[in-house]
């Protein structure tokens, strides 16, 4: 990561913090807004990288808030709301991840910490697979459209292809979170569900499985079997 | 991110594949050389499957031993040169399981620890597609508990004395010899007092018996040894450091292409006869198929760039191996779910369903078995 990737990172994390209870104001004041805005334009002349970046961020902590909406700004495109939840959903995701991890390090029941048993151990590594797809799938997404120059007709593929699987892992993840959680993670007052529950939201909007299934399928079915492979090799 | 107490943890380091030189021409090169052997591709679960000739004209190609170095026949690519290359012949269902485990590992293994005679016996034949290696881990007793390992070598006068067997060993009738972990210390126990040793398949004392897998095919092995006599150079690496040799190796093993891809041409034919405007359901089922190969290459593609860095990237490949072998052994129940594809169906899709079907059981199996590959992850995940 870019030194100055890393410091936008560093800002994201104060700011999203106070965001947590003063809502969009500080990261308007932050100038969050201005994050794709070229720099000759007086924006912080960030790319999408930097937009995936920061609204990894957002996703984990402040999953309430239209965050990517209101930097990206105007009217938001289907594929473009897509990589933007996405990009909150990887957050969201690693952020449930951590929370699982230190709940079953923590909880004891048998007299050994429930991360102890192999069952607890085996559910979570699949857990953190499906977060690691979404997290590449969402950089690899980023850097097409980097490459489109932002066009996202032309990082069409990559957009659908991260999206379907977005959702396919939000299905799976958010249920193994609530399963090692056990009843606690199912309170209003344990924080788990300001997680599992926007993004479960996220799963159906911009495009559901069948969306986004029907879309990558006519595309590759088009291409034909070897032009598939010839397709997603010349993308990269 | 990393190093920044404030920072937010991610579950997977993303590092960009970005070879040298001209990707596309190498890949148009690869494509060309496939398109002269079209009669031999398409083959399902290819890494194991070996054909000598095609492996020679690879060789011949230029396109094995592509990291090694000039002086033993290498070529000195790039290893995400060589990443393209293996992506092209597995997506192609090219034969290439002959000199698959040579060429991806016991080649860079030997150019590492190896003993200059091992260097300059094997690898220029490996370069050449025409020596074949085995790995022999397993043994009767030490399956997933690697480290049960009971096979000896006894230090003589005349050299290395070798007693013990290996199991489950693929490809040692078709190759010339083994890379073997084995006890060289006395009384030692578990993953301390091992060593590797290349142990040729013809040495008196060695035999070697088939044994048939379900599908009828003849990839596995018993070997056995009986006080088979090495010289010294034979040994690999230091003396007692076997296991941490051994272990590095299995990045290189678990996060190539070849987790994923091994039943791609079924993939491939899936598509090929659904034709370019299919009913809904199948259409949607390809987009979810795609949608996963695409995630999976972009996994893989990283690790592979982790690992060419010179990082370790063992929780990222672990992940790979775990996702890959999930998809490439669902992928043919899914086509059989979706396909109306009886058994008495005898096109290239039934044919490449069936194989496969039987095939996939095998792919959370070897390499480190699914449960084991977890345990690595939660271990990464600081659950154990």
Not at chain 2, 220 to 230: A, R, S
Not at chain 2, 377 to 382: C, D, N, Q
Request: glycine residues 10%; hydrophobic residues 45%; aromatic residues 6%.
């Amino acid at each position: 990561m870019s030194e100055q990737r890393a410091l936008l990172c560093d800002t994201a994390e104060a700011v999203f913090a106070e965001a947590v209870v003063e809502g969009m104001a500080p990261i308007e004041a932050a100038g969050f807004d201005q994050l794709l805005v070229p720099e000759a334009e007086g924006g912080f002349g960030g790319d999408w990288g930097d937009l995936f970046a920061v609204l990894r961020i957002a996703g984990a902590k402040v999953p309430h808030l239209a965050v990517g909406e209101r930097i990206v700004g105007g009217e938001i495109s289907r594929p473009i709301g897509a990589f933007i939840l996405v990009a909150q959903a990887a957050g969201a995701m690693d952020a449930a991840l951590a929370m699982s991890i230190d709940y079953v390090n923590t909880r004891q029941q048998f007299g050994k910490a429930l991360g102890k048993f192999q069952a607890v151990q085996q559910v979570l590594a699949i857990f953190a697979v499906e977060a690691a797809a979404v997290n590449v799938a969402g950089a690899a997404a980023a850097a097409a459209l980097d490459k489109a120059g932002g066009d996202a007709e032309q990082a069409l593929f990559e957009i659908a292809a991260a999206k379907l699987r977005t959702n396919k892992a939000i299905g799976q993840a958010t249920s193994i979170a609530h399963q090692v959680h056990g009843a606690i993670g199912f309170t209003r007052e344990y924080d788990l569900h300001k997680l599992t529950g926007p993004l479960l939201d996220w799963r159906s909007d911009h495009g559901n499985d069948a969306y986004w299934a029907d879309l990558l399928g006519a595309m590759a079915a088009d291409l034909g079997g070897v032009g598939l492979w010839h397709e997603v090799t010349r993308r990269g | 991110m990393a190093g920044n107490a404030m920072t937010m943890q991610q579950s997977f380091t993303i590092f960009p594949f970005d070879p040298p030189g001209d990707v596309a021409k190498l890949r148009a090169e690869v494509r060309a050389f496939l398109a002269q052997h079209e009669a031999k591709l398409g083959v399902p679960n290819c890494w194991v499957v070996g054909d000598p000739e095609f492996s020679r004209a690879l060789g011949a190609a230029g396109f094995l031993g592509m990291i090694l170095p000039k002086e033993v026949g290498g070529h000195e690519r790039h290893p995400l040169e060589r990443y393209v290359v293996i992506e092209e012949l597995l997506a192609a269902g090219a034969p290439v399981g002959a000199h698959w485990i040579a060429d991806r590992q016991t080649a860079p293994l030997i150019l590492r620890y190896g003993s200059e005679e091992a260097k300059q016996r094997y690898l220029p034949g490996i370069c050449r597609g025409e020596i074949y290696t085995c790995i022999g881990l397993s043994e009767p007793g030490a399956g997933s508990d690697l480290a049960a390992v009971r096979t000896s070598a006894r230090q003589t006068a005349e050299g290395w004395r070798i007693s013990g067997q290996k199991i489950w060993t693929s490809g040692a009738h078709l190759s010339h010899v083994m890379l073997a972990l084995v006890r060289s210390e006395e009384g030692s126990e578990r993953n301390a007092g091992l060593s590797q040793f290349l142990i040729p398949m013809d040495a008196p004392g060695l035999t070697i018996k088939p044994i048939i897998d379900m599908a009828g095919e003849h990839h596995f092995n018993e070997v056995f040894f009986d006080d088979v006599l090495l010289p010294e150079w034979a040994m690999v690496g230091t003396r007692g450091q076997g296991w941490v040799q051994a272990t590095a190796e299995l990045a290189l093993e678990r996060s190539g292409p070849e987790r994923y891809l091994s039943s791609h041409v079924l993939m491939t034919a899936l598509i090929d006869a659904a034709g370019p405007n299919p009913e809904p359901q199948i259409k949607a089922r390809i987009g979810e198929l795609t949608a996963e190969l695409w995630t999976l290459r972009q996994m893989s593609l990283s690790t592979a760039a982790k690992l060419a860095a010179g990082e370790d990237p063992m929780v990222e490949a672990s992940m790979v191996k775990d996702l890959g072998n999930s998809f490439e052994q669902a992928l043919p129940q899914r086509v059989q779910a979706l396909v109306d594809c009886p058994s008495t169906r005898d096109d290239d899709l039934a044919r490449l369903m069936r194989a496969l079907l039987i095939a996939a059981p095998s792919f959370s199996l070897r390499g480190g078995t699914r449960e084991i590959i977890r345990g690595i992850i939660a271990r990464g995940l600081g659950l154990r």
